[in-house]
Nanobody
Framework: QLQLVESGGGLVQPGGSLRLSCAAS????????IGWFRQAPGKERDVVAC????????FYGDSVKGRFTISRNNAEGTVYLQMSSLKPEDTAVYYC???????????????WGQGTQVTVSS
């Protein structure tokens, strides 16, 4: 059964850093694009970052460019989101998601994890 599990969320002060992990199981991992999304209370879900199957292409939402870095380890079946210079407006539930096989960052993401809470507050 295809499964994505996020971890690494928590409470951090403004200006701090966190690294989120997304562990995949039950499916071929390296033939799918993986994205990170977030949803704050009362707001729509936004794309944070996406990484291609090989890891050679990445995409970032405007609000996180220069502060967040997405990476993947296909051998381990894990995607990471390194978040730095965190701001209170980064507070949200963060989800990772996978496309169908051979998908790109422009494809529909059909498989979702349960999410991990990130709270940026002093």
């Amino acid at each position: 059964q295809l499964q994505l599990v996020e971890s690494g969320g928590g409470l951090v002060q403004p200006g701090g850093s966190l690294r989120l992990s997304c562990a995949a199981s039950g499916f071929a991992f390296d033939d799918r694009a993986i994205g990170w999304f977030r949803q704050a209370p009362g707001k729509e879900r936004d794309v944070v970052a996406c990484i291609s199957r090989s890891g050679g292409t990445t995409f970032y939402g405007d609000s996180v460019k220069g502060r967040f870095t997405i990476s993947r380890n296909n051998a381990e079946g894990t995607v990471y989101l390194q978040m730095s210079s965190l701001k209170p407006e980064d507070t949200a539930v963060y989800y990772c998601a996978a496309t169908e096989r051979w998908g790109t960052c422009g494809s529909t993401f059909n498989y979702w994890g349960q999410g991990t809470q990130v709270t940026v507050s002093s």
